[in-house]
């Protein structure tokens, strides 16, 4: 080693050592070397190794070598382009070139050795990588596919497109949707862990190339080869996603397809055509398939939740069947003495319901839907106020009426409709029946801690300008006298009710701002 290094002093060329190195320092000492047996060891190693060009240590660790006189000119312009490689070297920058197995055996002439194992006459073609596998193991792949990414394949080609679809109809994914789907039934509509409506973009996206009837067809064999599957809810977040950017028409006509394939016409025809309470369990059937399917996420868009509703309730053609089926979805509930839940069809009509948390709970569904379809902009599927008046009317007196309190909450939890309740009755010239119906109004908002004033300030002006002076002066004078009247009852009544004639006082003057306003009108 001494020879060595002083030769590499003298600016001799060192001689060319092998692969082989060895890792420890050199020591001098020849005591330490009579101590050390391993070092006479490495010292024999290095003798030997002189004599022979295979590599033992290199074959486990990559060494870093000193370069020759020769390849330290290489240039920092060609080490900036790689120009220092192997002449015959190709670039594996492609995707589709993996090194050999001789890769880490040889690593000097690795670049030379990489294979190329997808052609690119594969790649190229509409199923890319994935026209090398059988049809078996594409499905079996699609299986371990999201199925959030399954809808971006089937918008890469047409074949793919149609592969999916294939994929769909299987067995396989339709064990794979139960068992995605059974553990979820409630969840935000447009959530990504929401398989059902991740399955619901699937299908939209491999529909896109279809006709409108042909999407029909393919939906409606998908739910029946899936219709063990009993979570309505889930359905319906499904066909939400699946009809999400549609027109008012196209959705009404996968209305009517959803309605027929999964069975629902059928039920609501049976049900519609007995008496209340005849067909009480397919009554709660239908009442969950509905809500279920077209009424469960839109509860704060007015526009989309009115036109569902609008679609089922003119299913009827009648006003009396409609108000019917309307109670059916958004009536109050009860048990029966099996325990189970159908509709209480006497509930509003045999008690007044006063809290404020419990009107909103029972009757606020049905206020809202009502309100919801005077949407003005669902256009020719809005309802006008005629139809509105005679709806609420059905609602509100069959089977039984309901009482006053009752359905003046019905109208205060949503002001927008007080206005076409007041001036229906104001202009067939029943000016009485308003008044006391506008006392109710105020009586109830006072029960509830709203001041009247500012809560139905909006409605009565609107109904004042829709009607003629004459008219105005009829309703202003019928309001006054039920006040008086109404007044004068607490007070003579016997056995006297002090905290009511109490609150008759308090809603007078809570009313009286709403009484100047109104004398200004006339």
């Not at 060609?78 to 490689?85: D, N, S, V």
């Not at 006072?446 to 002006?461: D, E, K, N, P």
């Amino acid at each position: 080693m001494r020879r060595i290094l002083s030769s590499q002093i003298d600016n001799e060329q060192a001689p060319a050592l092998p692969h082989a190195y060895n890792m420890r320092r050199s020591n001098n000492d020849p005591e330490m070397q009579s101590k050390n047996s391993a070092d006479d060891r490495n010292s024999f190693t290095i003798k030997n190794s002189r004599n022979t060009e295979t590599s033992q240590i290199t074959n486990f660790f990559a060494i870093r070598k000193r370069r020759t006189s020769e390849e330290s000119g290489c240039s920092s312009k060609e080490k900036k382009t790689k120009a220092c490689r192997t002449r015959n070297t190709i670039s594996i920058s492609s995707s589709r070139l993996v090194p050999c197995c001789d890769f880490f055996d040889n690593k000097e002439n690795a670049l030379e050795n990489v294979t190329q194992v997808v052609p690119d006459a594969i790649s190229n073609t509409p199923l890319g990588i994935f026209r090398m596998f059988s049809l078996e193991l594409l499905y079996a792949t699609f299986d371990h596919i999201p199925v959030l990414q399954l809808k971006q394949l089937s918008l890469s080609s047409n074949m793919l497109n149609i592969k999916i679809r294939e994929y769909i109809s299987l067995a396989s994914a339709r064990r794979r949707f139960f068992s995605e789907t059974a553990k979820v039934y409630d969840a935000d509509l447009e959530s990504a862990q929401d398989p059902f409506y991740s399955w619901g973009i699937l299908l939209k996206a491999c529909t896109i190339v279809m006709t409108y009837h042909g999407s029909q067809v393919f939906l409606g064999k998908f739910f029946n080869k899936n219709k063990s599957v009993r979570n309505w809810y889930g359905w319906g977040r499904f066909f939400m996603a699946f009809c999400k950017g549609w027109t008012y028409d196209e959705c009404e006509e996968l209305f009517r397809a959803v309605m027929r394939f999964t069975g629902s016409n059928g039920i609501l025809n049976r049900t519609m055509s007995g008496k209340v309470k005849n067909h009480a369990h397919l009554e709660m059937e239908l009442r969950v398939r509905l809500r279920g399917l077209f009424l469960s996420y839109y509860g704060k868009n007015d526009e989309c939740y009115g036109f569902w509703n609008s679609l089922i309730l003119r299913t009827q053609k009648t006003v009396a069947q409609q108000g019917k089926l309307f109670m059916i979805i958004f009536g109050p509930l009860k048990l029966d003495e099996n325990n189970r839940e159908v509709i209480d069809w006497e509930l509003l009509s045999n008690n007044t319901i006063e809290d404020h948390r419990l009107c909103k709970e029972i009757i606020g569904p049905m206020s809202f839907s009502i309100h919801c379809m005077v949407v003005n902009s669902l256009m020719e599927y809005a309802w006008s106020d005629y139809n509105i008046f005679n709806l609420i009317e059905e609602i509100t007196t069959a089977p039984h009426p309901w009482t006053l309190d009752n359905f003046a909450a019905f109208l205060a939890l949503r002001p927008k409709l007080i206005h076409i309740a007041l001036l229906a009755r104001i202009t067939h010239g029943h000016q009485e029946e308003a008044a006391h119906l506008f006392h109710a109004i105020n009586s109830v908002l006072h029960q509830w801690g709203i001041f009247s004033s500012a809560a139905v300030t909006g409605a009565l002006l609107k109904t004042f300008r829709a009607l003629s002076d004459i008219r105005r002066r009829l309703f202003l004078s019928s309001f006054l006298r039920t006040e008086s009247e109404l007044l004068s009852d607490a007070l003579m009544s016997e056995p006297f009710d002090r905290d009511y004639f109490y609150m008759e006082l308090a809603v007078g003057r809570a009313v009286s701002p709403l009484v100047t306003l109104m004398a200004s009108n006339v």
